[in-house]
């Protein structure tokens, strides 16, 4: 997908336009999913992580300010579930 057309659905999604959500969430899924598998070393692992970001970008895309920015945005927010993760279950 073209950067411009991302933006577009990322002015769409943050006007509330569920569409254009489904068209992020299409676009940007294999994305998200193929960085959380390459951290995580675990194919259901990288799935909740990937389901985990998707559900903080529906919450949160209110609040990005730049869509030219979403692509770095989302991955930034995929690695903070990865971590969070890692954190949570440390082993001793």
Known sequence: ???EQ???LVIKAKAGDQTAMDGLFTAC???IYYFALK???DQDLACD???ETFLTVIQSIGGLKEPAAFGTWIRQIAYHHCTR???RNKEV
Do not use: G, S
Request: proline share 0%; charged share 20%; glycine share 0%.
């Open 49 to 51: 992580i990937t389901q």
């Open 6 to 8: 991302l933006i577009q």
């Open 85 to 87: 993760h890692f954190a």
């Open 1 to 3: 997908m073209e950067k």
């Open 29 to 31: 899924y294999n994305d």
């Open 39 to 41: 951290t995580l070393k």
